[in-house]
């Protein structure tokens, strides 16, 4: 019996990629997002669903959400939301709870990226952990002037020196993880923000999880402006000496 | 092992080697060449290091690539997306 997708491997059907965005006043973002998800997701033929986690927005998200679970149904948009901004580890461990797919899909609601990229790279090499990143292949960002590209580079130098991590691009948050070791590392894992998106790689290289890597296209924020002032730097060399030094 | 711990280790185990041999301490009576190459040596690798670095980076930041066609791209799907929604109902 011919596939509808052609060339059917028996494994493919039983492969399900649970998404999740922890929103918080991306009203505007959301639907952009959501409705590349549904387009990549469907051309690739995967089975996917994805679980929006508002932190309570104030500017509406939450009611925007659940107009697309009304046009995508909800089966595929499932609404798990909190009362506050609770942080993303958090965010991680309540979409878990909440998630059928036996691999996670992370992204910023801010991104945009060919998100069929994460699964075919894991089926590729059977890696526990795919990450996306911006410094190798034709990764790469657009819009970023010279002094954003020098701290950036900077930045990734100091950090493959200090914990020499194993993977090219450890601020990224372009994931997928296959559910069980997303489990374990959230577990694990307790600095916050994006340090903790860190840490996890770290951590995963620690515990022996295997990790390939995608490149990827950042593309700024579609709406709003990404910060990167001195403040940001700061706090990313604090939460970077301290993964030196209890990692 | 955290990596601080195995950065102490390293450093320390290269301390003493020098240390040993640019002052002498278990009286090997190496050649005056060792001491007079050993002597300097820390200052030498932080200062290769240090135009390591400094190459490294500026060769990273030259070859960034900029994504314009992704952007041209999303700016496309972007608007697809909003058209197509529209139709579906969606009220922005």
Redesign the interface.
Known sequence: MASRRGNAKTGEQADKYSVLLPTYNE??NL??IV??LV?YFGESGYNYEIIVIDDGSPDGTLQ?AE??Q??YGADKILLRPRAKKLGLGTAYIHGIKHASGNFIIIMDADL?HHVSTLPLKQKEGGYDLVSGT??RG???????D?RR??I???A??ITQ????PGASDLTGSFRLYKTEVLEKLVEQCVSKGYVFQMEMIVRARQLGYTVGEVPI???DR?YGESKLGGNEIVSFLKGLLT????? | MTKLLEWLLGLSLIGMAWGLVTFDLLDLQLPPQYRELAWPMPVYLLVAFGCYSLATVGYRVATFNDCEDAAKELQAQIKEAKEDLKKKGLKM
Request: glycine fraction near 10%; aromatic fraction near 16%.
């Open positions: 009203r505007e639907p952009l409705w590349l387009k925007i107009q697309l009304k046009i945009s911006r410094y034709d990764g790469g960002v657009y819009g970023w010279l590209k020098l950036s580079r900077g990734n130098f020196v200090l914990l020499r296209s950042f593309v579609v993964l030196f030094a209890t990692t």
